[in-house]
């Protein structure tokens, strides 16, 4: 057949039968039409197909009038600031726990609840503990000061009579001595006989044997009122530490705060040292943060910071109300305490950060509505020397409110257009 009949010519037929079979052809042509279009764009992208300006004058450009008032680049010195972090503490916050073993018996507070400490007149109760056996053991401390106490009034009952006797006794001794030293003159005068000496001689054995015994009775009815007072005294220690152990079955807040954590619910049984509430005290608030021992020299007791808060979205102010001196060999620093200024919004453990001034430095400023940016490049429109405006690439520094750095780019003295 003809080519006019829209047939395939019988030779081109054939070879792309022989295409179909065989592999190693195909691929070779698949190479040569891919290097070939690679060729093509290498040279569409060399500017082969782009036609060339001829050689030749080149007319400067049209200088650009500038309708805004053109700026002049200032140099400014400003501080050498290291940006500093730390953490929201309160100054004060505790654990509260238990000092017995009992069982919960009514917990009185909730998490979030502002209590009041035992610096006011009626602290919050936080908790009640079982406080059947300390109750009972207070009565029996009361009934055995009770016998105590009656033990004391019998021995000093004793006492005194036994005080009457020995003074008796002792008149006793002084009269019959006397009769005695009066009966032994008599004797020697031959006014008695010797009879009635020996009689009376019995008579100051006996006085004088009464008056010793009254003065042991005496003393040992002392002794017993001493022992009796000593047991009133252990009596009412023992009841003053049943009453204390009772009073710790009221859990009360050590210091007015709030509520953070409770760890305990009603029926469990704690033990003494175990954490039952977590309180703090926001209207102390404090930032810690641990400075670099390079800049400790720049930071100061009483010096003043700005702290921002970023949870809150506030610049809190703050004054240095302690730093420890100690530093921490591995990370080199030293814990900073910047007393806070009250604020409600304040919560533990937020970040806080604030800036150490440690020298200064002069960089370029022009207003940062000067700079243009275009993708990553930012571009400043500079007036030239004869009115014209051009563009040029700057690099720049930190924003400082409506002025911002140039690091490179520009020199002192040039104007810029915002």
Known sequence: MNKDDGEIPLGLKNLVCRIKEDEKLRKILHTVITLSLLLIMMAWLSGVFVSKVQPGEVKPPVPQTRDAKAIPVKEITYPLEAEQ???????????????????????????????????????????????RDLRARVSQMESQLRSAHHAVEIARAQVEAAKANLSSARAQKDRVSSDY???????????????????M????????????????????????????????????????????????????????????????????????????????????????????????????????????????????????REIVPHSESLTRTVLVKIALTPDRELVNGMFGRFKVSYGSYSTLVIPKTAVKEVGQIKIV???????????????????????????????????VIP
């Not at 730390?86 to 909730?110: C, N, Y």
């Not at 030293?181 to 009689?199: C, P, S, V």
């Not at 044997?209 to 022992?227: P, T």
């Open 85 to 131: 972090v730390g953490t929201v503490k309160t100054r004060r916050d505790t654990w509260v726990s238990s000092r017995i073993m009992a069982q919960i018996k009514e917990i009185l507070v909730s998490e979030g609840t502002h209590v009041y400490g035992t610096e006011t007149e009626i602290p919050t109760i936080l908790a009640k503990l079982d406080d």
């Open 181 to 199: 030293r009066r009966y032994q003159e008599l004797y020697k005068k031959g006014a008695i006989t010797a009879q009635q000496l020996e009689h």
């Open 201 to 320: 001689r019995a008579q100051f054995i006996t006085a004088d044997s009464q008056y010793f015994a009254a003065l042991n009775q005496f003393q040992s009815a002392q002794a017993e009122l001493s022992r009796m007072e000593a047991q009133v005294t252990q009596a009412e220690a023992a009841l003053y530490e049943a009453k204390t152990m009772l009073d710790y079955s009221v859990i009360r807040a050590p210091f007015s705060g709030k509520v953070v954590k409770k760890m305990v619910e009603v029926g469990a049984m704690v033990s003494p040292g175990q954490p039952l509430f977590y309180i703090e005290s926001p209207s102390q608030a404090e930032l810690h943060a641990w400075v670099a021992e390079s800049l400790i020299p720049y930071v100061s007791i009483g010096q003043q910071f700005d702290v921002m808060v970023d949870a809150i979205g506030k610049t809190v102010p703050g004054m240095v």
């Open 381 to 415: 429109n500079v007036v030239r020397s004869d009115g014209s405006i051009t563009r040029r690439f700057v690099t720049v520094g930190r924003v400082r409110g409506d002025l911002i750095e140039i690091l490179s780019g520009l020199n002192v003295g040039e104007e």
